[in-house]
């Protein structure tokens, strides 16, 4: 079992800079696989980034793509989001994921433990 806990959402302005966290408990950290999706209102949980259990693979999604940063510190037992020039269409709930792959996964199905979210509301 792994317990995984989203924090640093908050209310921002469009082209301001957020980084979200995700504290894991449980399991060994570093053997894991690790993504963040969001989830806005009305819409389906899509993803946005994912990095290996090294922190040397990442993916993105096209629509974060030269915005946001994905990195991990597997002694802190932390991943974060660095989420830049902020858009309101990036509003929604964030959420990050474990996933036991090896290489970083892009779809849900991947993951097996979710954390709760958190929400991150950029004003245009």
């Known amino acids: 079992q792994v317990q995984l806990v989203e924090s640093g959402g908050g209310l921002v302005q469009a082209g301001d800079s957020l980084r979200l966290s995700c504290a894991a408990s449980?399991?060994?950290?570093?053997?894991?696989?690790m993504g963040w999706f969001r989830q806005a209102p009305g819409k389906e949980r899509e993803f946005v980034a994912s990095?290996?259990?090294?922190?040397?693979?990442?993916q993105y999604a096209d629509s974060v793509k030269g915005r946001f940063i994905v990195s991990r510190d597997n002694a802190k037992n932390t991943m974060y989001l660095q989420m830049s020039s902020l858009k309101p269409e990036d509003t929604a709930v964030y959420y990050c994921?474990?996933?036991?792959?090896?290489?970083?996964?892009?779809?849900?199905?991947?993951?097996?433990?979710w954390g709760q979210g958190t929400q991150v509301t950029v004003s245009s």
């Open positions: 449980g399991r060994t950290f570093s053997n894991y696989a």
């Open positions: 994921a474990v996933s036991p792959n090896n290489l970083p996964p892009i779809t849900r199905a991947s993951y097996i433990y």
């Open positions: 990095i290996n259990s090294r922190g040397a693979i990442t």
